[in-house]
């Protein structure tokens, strides 16, 4: 039987959502932050000649370079301010949070509430910022080995280029916390969504353009349509896919009324961890492999050529790296978002239990060997739906915008912005109610 929450939301119509003025202003600063993002994007490094660096990107933009350009949303190929992105603060966080899991001294910070987690915040960002700094000298020795990109070459370029990138990230870094903050979705992940949808009308027209040419057989192009619905639906279908455990509470007496022991569900999603592995796992390749990407366009040792050409999309080496870190970030942050102990203690102290298991410690121990099972389905599901997507379109030279990664980060951030906006919107359905339901009251007597 569905919740009193989940038939409110089926009843939610559009004069509902235009009584929400809160949320309707939400939305607008959202949409403007994203607006400021997107303009970012076009604003070019100082320094270089666009038109020989177009000509030096397109002779990699199928590799990892076109991933990362993928991510910034066109900005690569442009050379824009913001072309880092946010890749060194999520690789920075990655950091922090694997530190933290070994550190006793950050593990005792992060239980500190709000304070903790700022302090856990400061130290995010000041890696963020070395990381920044170091991919942003790489890009601009690289970018210096280019013939004819670099118009005055030399220190004064490489300091003015550091400064440029990492103010751009840092920027994104406040954007995106001011969409979390005041707007709508989780930020961070709003930011690449923008950028990998804003490329995908040009994405999809140069596909077709190809199928007419000849250059991809009509049958191929075809089957990339179909494969892409399929793995939509798929997503779709494994994000909402939960493993619901019986809870069931005793009889209580108040008073001098029995009541009934009633019976509910914990819900445990089967991707907890939702988009954030092939996010993370992305970062952690596209860090080494920017700098020698850019670094081997110049006067470079042949193992940077080398790791640039492994790291290569549809190179084995790629796939393998891609595929550990996807399941290597699925139970790690799985583990930090979901505690099994925390979680049977909070059904001990309400009086609920788990037919057939002890509360307490055996019931946090069946949580974990739940949780466990469900992540290895969640795990592969995303491992595969990353993966075989890239082999397919990579044999093909196809974008990378339309490959498993850009679909699965589009279909899970919709996601998860329509159902913040649904809970909005059942709040203001409940605040609703409760004013009637007190109007009501205050009549009869």
Not at 77 to 97: G, K
Not at 194 to 204: C, D, E, F, K, M
Request: hydrophobic share 50%; proline share 4%.
């Amino acid at each position: 039987m569905a919740s009193a929450a989940e038939q409110l939301a089926r009843n939610l119509s559009f004069s509902t959502f235009s009584k929400a003025k809160a949320l309707q202003q939400r939305i607008w600063f959202t949409l403007g932050a994203l607006l400021v993002y997107r303009l970012g994007t076009f604003i070019p490094v100082p320094g270089i000649d666009p038109d020989a660096f177009r000509a030096t990107f397109e002779q990699s933009q199928q590799g990892i370079i076109g991933m990362f350009n993928m991510f910034s949303g066109g900005a690569v190929e442009r050379m824009a301010i913001f072309a880092l992105n946010l890749i060194p603060y999520i690789t920075a966080s990655i950091v922090v949070q694997v530190i933290a899991t070994a550190s006793p001294r950050l593990e005792a910070l992060k239980k500190e509430g709000e304070a903790g987690r700022r302090k856990m915040n400061q130290y995010t960002r000041y890696l963020a910022v070395v990381f920044c700094a170091v991919q942003a000298y790489g890009i601009a020795v690289g970018l210096e080995g280019s013939q004819g990109v670099v118009l005055n070459p030399g220190w004064f370029f490489r300091l003015s280029t550091v400064i440029t990138l990492v103010g751009g990230t840092m920027f994104l870094m406040w954007l995106g916390e001011q969409i979390t903050s005041r707007g709508v979705g989780n930020g961070i992940s709003l930011i690449i969504f923008a950028g990998i949808v804003a490329n995908l009308p040009s994405t999809i027209a140069q596909t077709l353009e190809l199928s007419r040419t000849g250059a991809i057989p009509g049958f191929a192009a075809l089957g990339m349509i179909v494969l892409a619905l399929v793995v939509i639906a798929a997503i779709v279908f494994f994000e909402r896919a939960q493993r619901r455990l019986l809870i069931q509470y005793p009889k209580r007496q108040v008073g001098n009324k029995m009541f009934q022991g009633e019976s509910s569900h914990l819900p445990l999603k089967l991707n907890t961890s939702g988009v954030i592995p092939v996010i993370f796992g992305s970062s952690l390749l596209l860090l080494p492999a920017t700098i020698a990407s850019f670094a081997a366009q110049g006067n470079a040792p042949g193992w940077l050529t080398t790791v640039t050409a492994l790291l290569g999309r549809g190179q084995p080496l790629y796939l393998a790296l891609f595929a550990f870190f996807i399941i290597f970030f699925a139970f790690f942050y799985t583990a930090i978002v979901f505690n099994p102990t925390e979680t049977a203690d909070n059904l001990k102290r309400s009086g609920g239990f788990i037919p057939g298991i002890r509360p307490g410690e055996r019931t946090a121990q069946h949580i974990d060997y739940v949780l466990t099972r469900i992540t290895v389905i969640g795990a592969l599901y995303l491992t595969v739906v990353a993966l075989i997507p890239e082999v397919m379109f990579s044999q093909l030279a196809v974008s990378q915008f339309i490959g498993g990664t850009s679909l699965l980060i589009m279909v899970t951030v919709t996601l998860d912005t329509v159902s913040q906006i649904q809970s909005h919107l059942v709040a203001q359905q409940y605040e609703g109610l409760l004013k009637k339901s007190r109007l009501g009251g205050g009549k009869r007597r």
